[in-house]
């Protein structure tokens, strides 16, 4: 049996999801766990055994892109199947740029959602077939994110500075999260927190709070 993850910054959506896989017979799939931003489906994965992840794009905090280009770099065994409402075909390419095993609309039907796994089950990619996108310009459009993955991660080098632990408190942090809201969040002390917090504005030379929320709306790593 497959654990899935869903993330979706809305609860009907993980129940819905949840009920639709969990009572399909003879499944090889049952979702075992939901979340609603980046910080908390990465620590999801990091913290328990996930085999599948299906994740939204637009919840508050990390970007989509972002948590799904973490997921990717630390757990790469482990398939995230994107669900989005976005049709655009340079958003489909970067996802798949950033490691997402499937592209499936929330305005399928929910059959793609079970035939997107059946996929994963195969190690095999998979588009939903309500986007109308060949192969060929679809490869196009990957080279053509792959040039400007390129750019954005030069103009991020300080981001990447910061350790794993300073990357899951950075969108906690542009939210307003209190220093304590973090702490009980990560499970680490409040003066952890402190500590991480001095450290990302140091690393990416910034003075004051303001500075660091217009840092991550500018390069994308956060949606407010």
């Known amino acids: 049996m497959k654990n899935i993850l869903v993330a979706d910054h809305l609860e009907l959506i993980c129940t819905g999801l949840t009920y639709l896989i969990n009572h399909q017979q003879k499944s090889l ?8 931003n980046g910080t ?3 620590m999801a994965v990091e913290q328990h ?7 939204e794009l637009d919840m508050p905090g990390e970007t989509g892109l972002l948590t799904l280009q973490r997921l990717h770099d630390f757990f790469p065994a482990v398939p995230v199947i994107v669900l989005s409402t976005h049709e655009d075909h340079q958003c489909i390419a970067q996802c798949f740029r950033n490691g ?6 929330k305005q399928s039907a929910s059959t793609e959602i079970l035939t997107a796994l059946q996929h994963t089950l195969a190690n095999e990619t998979y588009l939903d077939e309500n986007i109308s996108i060949c192969p060929e310009k679809l490869r196009e459009l990957y080279n053509e994110c792959t040039c400007g993955c390129t750019r954005m991660g ?4 300080r981001y990447q500075e910061l350790t794993h632990r300073e990357q899951e408190v950075l969108p906690l942090v ?10 009980q969040r990560l499970c680490i002390s409040t003066k952890t927190v402190e500590a ?7 690393k990416l030379s910034l003075s004051h709070h303001v500075d660091l929320v217009h840092y991550a ?8």
């Open 100 to 105: 997402a095993a499937a592209y499936v609309l």
């Open 29 to 36: 799939f049952r979702v075992v766990a939901t979340t609603h």
């Open 154 to 157: 030069q103009s991020r080098t």
């Open 49 to 55: 055994d996930i085999d599948v992840v299906i994740m």
């Open 174 to 183: 542009t939210l307003g999260y209190a220093n304590r809201e973090i702490a």
């Open 40 to 42: 908390d489906t990465f």
């Open 196 to 202: 991480h917090k001095a450290s990302i504005m140091r």
């Open 217 to 224: 709306v500018h390069h994308h790593l956060v949606n407010i």
